[in-house]
């Protein structure tokens, strides 16, 4: 599986940035964090099945399930 930086090079840095309209900065910072803002999520799956490449969740900030059904009952 690729990471978050192997993909921004597939897809291009400047085409993540300009789908998901931010600029450079942003998507580098994605790539130094390691994980795209969970919200770039459909907008980037679009871009990787256009090249034919699975969109992986884990390249996404998403947050995950808790184990405990309901913390407050």
Known sequence: MMNVSQIADVIGRKEIADTVSVGPTA???AIARGAFPASWYLSIKVLCEARGVNCETAWFAMVRP???KDAAA
């Open 66 to 68: 808790s184990s405990q």
């Open 27 to 29: 998507v580098s910072n």
